[in-house]
Structure formats: C-alpha cells, structure tokens
C-alpha cells in the first residue's frame, strides 16, 4: 500500500519554463510534506517543506502548494535550470511519528 | 552546517561475509538516525530508526539479525549487514535528525554489491 504516490516517473521542460511535479498521498494523519533532490549515487538534498496548517510556502525558485482536501501536494520550479535536473521526492510524515515516507521519485530533466 | 557522511561509498563483498557502513553526522549531534534503502527506480524504503544508547527500531520485514544496528555515539551510527547474499545488494542510504521533528540529513549512500 503506497501511501505516498508520485505517479509521474519522469517530466521534461524547457530552461527557463515552468517544472510541476506532483505527489498524492493517501494516509490522513500526514502533516508534514518534504521535496527532497536527489542525484545518482548521491543521497537526497532537502529543498523545501510545508505543513499541513499551510497551503503554500515559498523559498527562492521552488514553491510548494497543499491542497488537504485533494491530499494533493505539487512544487513548482520557477524559472527552471539545467542544473535542476534531478530526481524529486515528494516525503510525508505525521501522526507523532518522525519517519519519513516516501515517493518513487520523479526524474526531472530540464533541457538547455 | 548538517553534514552526514557515510562510509564506505560502494563495496563489494562475497556471498556469505560481512559488511559495515558507518553513518556520521559531522557537525552536529544526532540522538536519531534512520537507516534506509532503496532499490533502482524505486522509492527509499526506511528499514530502521536508530536511537543513541538503545535498540534500533526495525520496519516490519526488516531482519534485525541480519541488519544490524549500532547507535553507540552522538555522531555515528553503524548498519552491518551479516551473511551478505546477492539480494541484499542495494543502496543503503542514512539520515540523521536535526532539530526540527521531522528534519533529517542524509548522507551521500553506500552502494553495496554482493557478488
């Protein structure tokens, strides 16, 4: 049972365009939502993080909306680079528990 | 600030030995990390909490005599996988907890092989 649902594997912009990526979750007691970066053989990178008492929150490029009602969460990257390429992983946690539950990972691939 | 580094980056054991990763966190002090893994194209699957000076906590399905876990200071956690076989070959991958309840630091991975 896959709590945590990045259905896109892979997404491909334009430098300079807009990059979305989403991720649904499924478990209701989640109020804790990370976007992790992540390249090859590297571990993953925190980039940005919202809580469930939020619906946007906002850090340079990267901006992450919640819509609690859908259990829907999406970040979007502002103008996209190159060097943004990466996979993403959208993570929940909640329920008193620090465990971190995670997606499959969208690879993002932004094209010069 | 809020380095974890893990060593060794890749190894490559036979079937059948043992093999230990060590996870430290650089600059800061970790009461908890995490010990997770993650298989190609899959997600990162958690397969242990590790809490300085007691027992780790394992996910269900995680053999604990199999992978063992050793919090024995602040800055360092050890996973040692016993009896290695071909099916443990995986990327393991640690974190530690920062400040913030559910803030964790991950180290850079081991690639793990077993031939």
């Known amino acids: 049972d896959q709590q945590v649902k990045q259905n896109s594997p892979s997404l491909s912009v334009q430098e300079g365009r807009i990059s979305i990526l989403n991720c649904d979750y499924t478990?209701?007691?989640?109020?804790?939502f990370l976007w992790y970066k992540k390249y090859p053989a590297e571990g993953p990178t925190f980039l940005i993080s919202?809580?469930?008492?939020?619906d946007k929150n906002e850090d340079g490029r990267f901006t992450v909306f919640l819509n609690k009602s859908a259990k829907h969460l999406s970040l979007h990257i502002v103008p996209s680079q190159p060097g943004d390429s990466a996979v993403y992983f959208c993570?929940?946690?909640?329920?008193?528990?620090?465990?971190?539950?995670f997606g499959k990972g969208t690879k993002l691939t932004v094209n010069p | 600030g809020a380095v974890v580094s893990q060593h060794p980056s890749w190894v490559i054991c036979k079937s059948g030995t043992s093999v230990k990763i060590e996870c430290r966190s650089l600059d800061f002090q970790a009461t908890t990390m995490f010990w997770y893994r993650q298989f190609p194209k899959q997600s990162l699957m958690l397969m242990a909490t590790s809490n300085e000076g007691s027992k780790a906590t394992y996910e269900q399905g995680v053999e604990k005599d199999k992978f063992l876990i050793n919090h024995a200071s602040l800055t360092l956690s050890t996973l040692t996988v016993t009896s290695a076989h071909p099916e443990d070959s995986s990327f393991y991958i640690c974190s530690a907890r920062g400040q913030l309840f559910y803030e964790q630091y991950f180290g850079p991975g081991t690639r793990l092989t077993v031939t």
């Open positions: 478990n209701s007691m989640f109020d804790y």
């Open positions: 993570a929940a946690s909640g329920g008193g528990s620090e465990k971190l539950v």
């Open positions: 919202i809580s469930s008492i939020k």
